[in-house]
């Protein structure tokens, strides 16, 4: 089953066309990654799917039904979680708070259990967890961001260059947990500049290039392109 379907998706930010009738696909329980350079249009695909910007052509479906033009808290509500590049944490709010937040559509009752078991999968958050959240490392913030949208038990994980400003370590325990998560059947759709760890645990890949698909297919296949290797892999 679909849990995603974009169709010749066209974005525009006054006269610069971000997207250029882009089309892609995710399956359930997928991991699927975006490469590409900056500027390619990644995250701007991202916050049309969550409804963040509003594209001039094209179709988004989410489960076989059309998502476009419903604002963002719809979306929200269907089972769609966006992590923002730059983590989008609350900084002067507690991780706690920040938590609690991350399940606001949440029954008051499931809140406990739903952050136990965020905590579960990032224990240096409960270390810290009635410190604020702008006090974290970097590397916490960015698990922070992470664990607050597990805890609206997503359908569809939306992730922006979750291991940007980290280093290797932390970005392995990153990307760790997604595919920990993802083994409980979330569908994860995520943008990364780190192609090579990207491509270790995403089942199939697009790669974009200046608003357009330059080329798709199973990560294994991408990891062999000689034009991906150039580009992002750092082999020559």
């Known amino acids: 089953m679909s849990?995603?379907?974009?169709?010749?998706?066209?974005?525009?930010?006054?006269?610069?066309?971000?997207?250029?009738?882009?089309?892609?696909?995710?399956?359930?329980g997928q991991i699927t990654v975006l490469l590409g350079a900056n500027g390619a249009g990644k995250t701007?695909?991202?916050?049309?799917?969550?409804?963040?910007?509003?594209?001039?052509?094209?179709?988004?479906?989410l489960w076989g039904e059309s998502s476009l033009g419903w604002p963002a808290y719809r979306i929200t509500s269907l089972g769609v979680a966006h992590v923002p590049e730059g983590r989008g944490i609350f900084a002067g709010l507690s991780v706690r708070?920040?938590?609690?937040?991350g399940g606001f559509l949440?029954?008051?009752k499931e809140m406990p259990a739903r952050i136990e078991q965020a905590l579960t999968l990032f224990p240096r958050l409960k270390e810290r967890y009635s410190q604020l959240a702008g006090s974290l490392s970097g590397g916490e913030q960015q698990m922070l961001a992470l664990a607050?949208?597990?805890?609206?038990?997503?359908?569809?994980?939306?992730?922006?260059?979750?291991?940007?400003?980290?280093?290797?370590?932390?970005?392995?325990?990153?990307?760790?947990?997604?595919?920990?998560?993802?083994?409980?059947g979330l569908s994860v759709l995520v943008v990364e500049q780190n192609a090579?760890?990207?491509l270790q645990v995403a089942d199939y890949?697009?790669?974009?290039?200046?608003?357009?698909?330059?080329?798709?297919?199973?990560?294994?296949?991408?990891?062999?392109?000689?034009?991906?290797?150039?580009a992002y892999l750092g082999v020559t």
């Open 3 to 28: 849990v995603l379907e974009v169709s010749e998706l066209e974005l525009s930010y006054g006269g610069i066309r971000a997207l250029k009738g882009v089309s892609l696909s995710l399956e359930e």
């Open 44 to 61: 701007s695909l991202l916050k049309a799917i969550s409804g963040l910007v509003k594209p001039s052509k094209g179709e988004i479906k």
């Open 97 to 101: 708070e920040n938590l609690q937040i």
């Open 106 to 108: 949440a029954p008051s």
């Open 148 to 184: 607050r949208a597990l805890v609206a038990r997503p359908r569809l994980l939306l992730l922006d260059e979750p291991s940007l400003g980290l280093a290797p370590i932390i970005a392995q325990e990153i990307f760790r947990t997604i595919r920990q998560v993802h083994q409980t």
């Open 196 to 198: 090579r760890l990207a």
């Open 205 to 230: 890949a697009y790669v974009l290039k200046t608003g357009e698909v330059e080329t798709h297919g199973p990560a294994s296949e991408i990891r062999g392109l000689e034009q991906v290797s150039k």
